[in-house]
């Protein structure tokens, strides 16, 4: 930090409590300092006619897609654009969209985050109804005779997801016999798998080899789904780079739908 006031010859913290804080000066500087990154990181994009997909995107992803959506899409977009380096965090919706709205991350693959300021973009690619997931060894039909009788798992509360299903709960009146809590989905997957319960998840667009084997109930009217999509900064030098990503998320999702039906 005080290299860099040295080199600008200004003050660009307030020191005068324990952790510094960048003052008045140093945040009008972050607009400018933002085009002067953008200009550098896509100068050549005229000349070129395409963004120089070889440097580094730091992508957010909700854990569901972890497994099987991100390393499928990431693989082909690798294959397209070899120079490229793409860094994967995990997180819940709430803390993706967090660290997008802070430039700690360029983007992140979350579930419909509702309304954004205009200063965000958000793109889906994906709807997933909601379901009830069960071990394959349950032959029961009824998914409200199942829910009444089987210990429920249920997804945390602090997910997106896991407040979808205790929305469809509600609205349909179901009571059920929580046994556990878990924090992703695919914890929970595996409980459901070793028939420790059933839960109420969505149906994932592009499921990993476990979840592809458990039973999977439709749900009565009126169904909840989960709206899978990208956000970034609509300020992000790196737009077009994301849109090549979601180009590709979208045909993975084509891909796996087709090889369903």
């Not at 897609?65 to 070899?82: D, F, G």
């Not at 030098?237 to 994301?242: A, D, F, G, H, P």
Request: hydrophobic content about 45%; glycine content about 4%; some cysteine.
């Amino acid at each position: 930090m005080k290299r860099l006031e040295s080199t600008l010859g200004v003050d660009l913290f307030n020191r005068s409590q324990k952790a510094p804080q960048l003052n008045s000066l140093a945040l009008a500087l972050i607009p400018k300092a933002r085009e002067v990154v953008h200009s550098y990181e896509t100068m050549l994009d005229d000349l070129t006619g395409d963004a120089q997909l070889n440097g580094e995107l730091t992508l957010g992803a909700v854990p569901s897609t972890i497994r099987a959506l991100v390393p499928l899409s990431v693989r082909e977009l690798v294959q397209i654009y070899p120079q490229l380096h793409i860094r994967v965090v995990p997180g819940l919706t709430s803390d993706m969209l967090e660290q997008v709205e802070r430039n700690a991350i360029d983007c992140a693959i979350l579930s419909d985050p509702g309304n954004l300021g205009s200063h965000l973009n958000w793109v889906p690619f994906a709807q997933e109804e909601l379901v009830l997931l069960t071990a394959a060894d349950v032959k029961k039909r009824d998914p409200l005779k199942i829910l009444a009788e089987m210990p429920y798992i249920r997804h945390t509360r602090r997910a997106a997801v896991g407040l979808l299903a205790e929305r469809w709960l509600d609205e349909h009146g179901v009571s059920v016999r929580a046994a556990m809590e878990m924090e992703s989905i695919e914890s929970l997957t595996s409980m459901v798998a070793h028939n420790l319960g059933v839960s109420i998840v969505p149906n994932v667009s592009v499921p990993d080899a476990i979840f592809g084997t458990l039973r999977k109930i439709r749900l009565p009217k009126p169904r909840q789904s989960r709206v899978l999509g990208v956000v970034s900064r609509a300020d992000n030098s790196k737009m077009r780079l994301i849109e090549k990503l979601i180009e590709q998320l979208q045909k993975t999702v084509e891909k796996q739908t087709k090889t369903r039906f």
